[in-house]
């Protein structure tokens, strides 16, 4: 299971930094206005990726709390409780970012409010995998590549990031927001097929 881990956590971080460069290159594409069937298979990739990146991220997550060290010793330790924290935070980032693309489909590019959105998604799922990629780099070999970054921006991932309830209750209204908007969009984007299979609206 430990091995599992470690694989499962490999295949989940390549998985979501694919889906976030493709999507990056995507919007350059379409900026610059060339290369659209480049930019069609940017888009497809960075969802297949990210569906792929989110199943390991679970599988990630739920090994390294069953098959690492004893789940007591895991749980009095700060670094593990940032950990977990932002390992759920990049799960509903990237469950999101999944729903919009199911739901839309390619066609959410032609509404700027659900492209927004939809990249605001991958972004904070990425910042979200990468702060657990430094914490596990501690755990593992008590160093991160990225300490440099860290500690200049002031962040010791090492004491527990402690939320008061008003932030907890913020973020959780936060992601039900999201949400919320995501169906009232559904609800005003309604799809039917066109020559050009675009997305229209009132």
Same mark, same amino acid.
């Given at each position: 299971?430990?091995? %599992? ?19 990056? *290159? ?5 900026? /610059? ?10 888009e497809?990739?960075a969802?297949?990726? &990210?569906?792929?990146?989110?199943l390991?991220?679970?599988? @990630?997550?739920?090994? #390294? ?7 007591? &010793? ?11 924290? *932002?390992?759920? *935070?990049a ?6 970012? %999944? %729903? ?5 489909g ?10 927004? /959105?939809?990249?605001?998604? &991958? ?8 702060? =657990? #990629? ?7 070999k ?11 921006? #002031? ?5 527990? *990031? =402690?939320? @008061?309830?008003?932030?907890? &209750?913020?973020?959780l209204?936060?992601?039900? @927001?999201?949400?919320?908007? @995501? ?17 229209? #609206?009132?």
């Amino acid at each position: 299971m430990t091995h %599992l881990h470690t694989i499962s956590a490999e295949l989940h971080t390549g998985m979501l930094v694919l889906a976030f460069i493709s999507i990056s *290159f995507k919007i350059i594409g379409d900026k /610059l206005g060339r290369f659209p069937k480049v930019t069609q298979a940017l888009e497809q990739t960075a969802y297949v990726s &990210a569906f792929a990146g989110l199943l390991f991220l679970i599988i @990630s997550a739920i090994t #390294g709390l069953t098959s690492t060290w004893p789940r007591e &010793a895991l749980l009095a330790s700060p670094l593990v409780l940032n950990k977990i924290l *932002f390992t759920g *935070f990049a799960i509903v980032f990237w469950m999101i970012f %999944l %729903l919009i693309r199911w739901n839309y489909g390619a066609n959410l590019w032609n509404s700027p409010k659900l492209k927004t /959105l939809y990249v605001s998604m &991958a972004t904070g799922g990425l910042l979200s995998i990468t702060l =657990t #990629g430094a914490m596990g780099g501690h755990l593992g070999k008590n160093e991160s590549l990225l300490d440099y970054f860290l500690h200049g921006a #002031g962040i010791n991932t090492h004491t527990v *990031f =402690t939320l @008061s309830q008003t932030w907890i &209750a913020s973020i959780l209204a936060f992601v039900f @927001s999201i949400l919320i908007v @995501s169906i009232l969009l559904r609800k005003k984007y309604r799809y039917y097929k066109t020559r050009d299979g675009a997305l229209h #609206g009132p």
